[in-house]
């Protein structure tokens, strides 16, 4: 599962990177970076099929639109690729609403001896990189309010990532980006091309316990730091 991220980046690079704007009606008071600590129900910049030259603020934690609550979002934060066509909550959204959400690291925690040990991975050939999602709209049937979501879409380890955790965020090639959102190719055609990003472009480094707590959320979040369990709060 991939449950935390980073985005500390400005919004200038954000724009340069992927081509992109934030200053739209919608975005025009939104202003969440840097986000050292990014975690579900966060609102976060992603990039859709619908609108590739625009920022969109999008709830992380995909509602699908015939959900009777929003809770189930909470559930739905990511997406495994080997079943996308096969659950209700994601084969249309693969289908018709694909996404790229930006990064620049993401958090897992590995298993040893002595408890949990988080880690942050990166990739080393690009400073910003995308994760590839799922989006939906969903309407309260209670209020009538339009809550826009996604799903980051996950699969199995490459081998960097084997020795941390077993599941690891789709992450896209610059050049896949724009067939991820285009419709050049059929919705199974764009799945089957995806293979883990390769290990000798990523890079993976212990970070403080205190990125367990969503409310820290501060530069010293993405430092390297020592394989200990001394400093959780």
Same mark, same amino acid.
């Given at each position: 599962?991939?449950?935390?991220?980073?985005?500390?980046?400005?919004?200038?690079?954000?724009?340069?990177?992927?081509?992109?704007?934030?200053?739209?009606?919608?975005?025009?008071?939104?202003?969440?970076?840097?986000?050292?600590?990014?975690?579900?129900?966060?609102?976060?910049?992603?990039?859709?099929?619908?609108?590739?030259?625009?920022?969109?603020?999008?709830?992380?934690?995909?509602?699908?639109?015939?959900?009777?609550?929003?809770?189930?979002?909470?559930?739905?934060?990511?997406?495994?690729?080997?079943?996308?066509?096969?659950?209700?909550? *994601?084969?249309? @959204?693969?289908?018709?609403? /694909?996404?790229?959400? %930006?990064? +620049? #690291?993401?958090?897992?925690?590995?298993?040893?001896?002595?408890?949990?040990?988080?880690?942050?991975?990166?990739?080393?050939?690009?400073?910003? *990189?995308?994760? @590839?999602?799922?989006?939906? /709209?969903?309407?309260? %049937?209670? +209020? #009538?309010?339009?809550?826009?979501?996604?799903?980051?879409?996950?699969?199995?380890?490459?081998?960097?990532?084997?020795?941390?955790?077993?599941?690891?965020?789709?992450?896209?090639?610059?050049?896949?980006?724009?067939?991820?959102?285009?419709?050049?190719?059929?919705?199974?055609?764009?799945?089957?091309?995806?293979?883990?990003?390769?290990?000798?472009?990523?890079?993976?480094?212990?970070?403080?316990?205190?990125?367990?707590?969503?409310?820290?959320?501060?530069?010293?979040?993405?430092?390297?730091?020592?394989?200990?369990?001394?400093?959780?709060?």
């Amino acid at each position: 599962m991939c449950g935390r991220s980073s985005l500390s980046k400005t919004e200038k690079e954000l724009e340069e990177r992927f081509n992109a704007t934030f200053y739209t009606d919608g975005l025009v008071n939104y202003n969440p970076l840097p986000n050292y600590n990014v975690a579900p129900t966060h609102i976060m910049p992603v990039i859709t099929n619908e609108a590739q030259n625009l920022f969109r603020a999008f709830r992380w934690g995909l509602i699908p639109f015939w959900a009777k609550d929003k809770k189930i979002g909470y559930r739905m934060i990511n997406a495994r690729i080997e079943t996308l066509f096969e659950k209700s909550s *994601f084969k249309q @959204a693969v289908t018709k609403r /694909r996404c790229l959400v %930006p990064a +620049d #690291g993401f958090y897992e925690w590995k298993k040893t001896s002595e408890g949990k040990q988080p880690y942050r991975i990166q990739t080393t050939d690009q400073e910003i *990189f995308s994760m @590839a999602g799922i989006w939906e /709209r969903w309407k309260n %049937p209670q +209020d #009538g309010q339009l809550i826009f979501s996604f799903s980051v879409i996950t699969q199995g380890p490459n081998e960097l990532m084997e020795d941390i955790h077993n599941r690891m965020p789709v992450i896209l090639r610059a050049e896949q980006e724009t067939l991820w959102l285009a419709d050049d190719l059929s919705p199974k055609d764009l799945v089957e091309m995806i293979e883990p990003y390769p290990s000798e472009h990523m890079k993976a480094y212990p970070v403080s316990m205190r990125v367990g707590n969503v409310s820290n959320n501060d530069a010293g979040l993405i430092e390297e730091h020592k394989e200990d369990q001394t400093h959780t709060d």
